[in-house]
């Protein structure tokens, strides 16, 4: 780029105007225009306008402070490029309370942000009643939408970040949506079931999906806004995304139109030269609306870092994949005094990084969606997810197919084989991420049963309607799938054919055959009989797979060739003539 488009560029950038549109250009007193386009002062010395713009800018540059560098200490120095650092003892959930409480506005919105790689496992258990929030929304009509407690209206949302791990498509994801709220309702407990859920959001910082309307959201509601969630959801991430940037101004308008037209005259109710509005009075007005009475007695003692210098491009948060990375409370305000987002330190996940070994920590961590590929296990065989988790069916003539969406490799092996491997027993050339001592640690997390029924989605072309099209009620057999999850990883989708004769009980003496459904099981080992949950199938195989066939315009066989018909039918008929 020349010299010349370069400062047009950055001429135009500070908004003075182009050389081409009409707007005069500050030339010195005594300078003539010369044929080709530059300016003769009085001494004779002819300057060119490249010049005259840089001049331009300097002079509209004058007063402007360039913003420091922010020095960078060597635990976040090591953590941008050397991916390595030691976590911060994670705060505990009383303490992210202790904090909220001492927010300095009325009107305070909790973001609990929540992982996609393991959801809902990252949901923060009975956040309404730690927090003392305001209560969610029922199902009744009558219910009230807002109000407020303790002097303050504090309301919640749940956030599903990298959301692009779920399907290929923004369309596919937003689809999912209705099976996303019911999952959350399931994990709600006995607390979902008669509450509304219409404030789950999913977004994906890395795509930019959905990310724009909460922005927007974020600034219009105002107040302080609050990043709640477990390690390594992606709250810096999504802080730096959704935050309002370049909003904050200190133009002052009001004195640039009164020097523009005169300071002698009124511009209050001018009709043009107030059609951008006077920031300054609104923002204050909403500052000391949003204020808490009471903001000056707690200060001094209060937990929270003190407010920085509102500026228009804050410095933003880290963003790494090493667990506990936030170490204290990140205020960024904006609309000068209208509100700001607080990134608040991640809760504990349970620790599963402590079980791998240094150089493998990174792989744990979801980057980008998983093509995964279906695994067949057979009877008397296992499945092992990079060595750290095993899953083995306990049924003994079924066979278990199995999708892992984990970042790291999975092997189907001997179930005595996997055992040796999973305990580091023996040595073996499979995959293995766990590190020293760790077999010693391994334990049973439960075993979790297949009961949904995914005949439907999952037999193929006896139920799909573009073929067959039969209804699943009808076929003699059933597919019932769950996804094992694995805490901060990802997910495990199993899925098995059995015959529906085989899932009633024979009963007992009592007769109380067919009450009960015999599902299939399978039993996960994992470090310490933790970090494994189940939910309901998302069928990601599917979404993600194959896809199925464009159903054709006509459902009637395509017309035979009659080529050589005619040809045939003389020579039977001549055949019938020699006969005779």
Known sequence: MSARKRALSEYNTIGIGLPDSGVEFPRSEGSAELEDGSFEKENGVTQSPDRTIQDAITAAKVGVEETPTTPVCDRCHHLLYHHTGTPIIHPTVQSIEDI??????????????????????????QLHHHLSLMPQRGQNRRSKASKFYHGRKSEISFIITRSDLLAPSKEQVDSMMPYLVQVLRDALGSFGK?????????????????????????????????????????????LETVFPKGRNTDIDF??????????????????ILNMQGDHSSSSSDEQGLALRDDVEDFQDESLLPPAPKEVAYPVM??????????ASPIRLPFGRGRGELVDLPGLDRGGLERFVSDKHKIDLVMRERVKAEQHVVRPGQSILIGGLIRITPLATDTVLLACPFVPFKSHVTNTEKAIAVHTQTSESGLSNITSVGAGEKMASAGV??????????????????????????????????????????????????????????????FGTAGESLDFPSVEVFS????????????????????????????????RRSMKGVKKNLKKLARAALVDV
């Open 100 to 125: 909220i409480a001492d927010s300095p506005y009325k009107y305070n919105h909790v973001y609990h942000i929540l992982d996609a790689a393991d959801f809902p496992l990252s949901l923060i258990p």
């Open 194 to 238: 008669d509450i509304r859920l219409g404030n789950v959001r999913c977004v994906s910082s890395e795509r930019g999906w959905w990310t724009k309307k909460l922005k927007e959201e974020i600034w219009d509601r105002g107040g302080g806004g609050w990043m709640v969630g477990k390690v390594n959801v992606g709250k810096s991430s999504l």
């Open 254 to 271: 009001r004195a640039l139109r009164k020097e523009a037209i005169g300071s002698d005259r009124d511009v209050t109710n001018h009709p």
């Open 317 to 326: 948060p880290i963003v790494s994949a090493l667990p506990g990375t936030t």
């Open 448 to 509: 979790f049963q297949l009961k949904w029924d995914v005949t439907k989605q999952r037999a193929g072309p006896l139920t799909a309607s573009t073929a067959v099209g039969l209804k699943p009620q009808i076929l003699p057999f059933a597919v019932l799938s769950a996804d094992i999850l694995i805490e901060g990883c990802g997910w495990v989708e199993l899925a098995v054919q059995v015959r529906k004769k085989a899932l009633q009980n024979p009963g007992d003496a």
């Open 527 to 558: 470090p310490q009989g933790k970090h494994i949950g189940i939910r309901r199938p998302m069928n990601a195989w599917v979404i993600g797979g194959h896809h199925a066939a464009k159903a054709r315009p006509g459902h009637a066989r395509p």
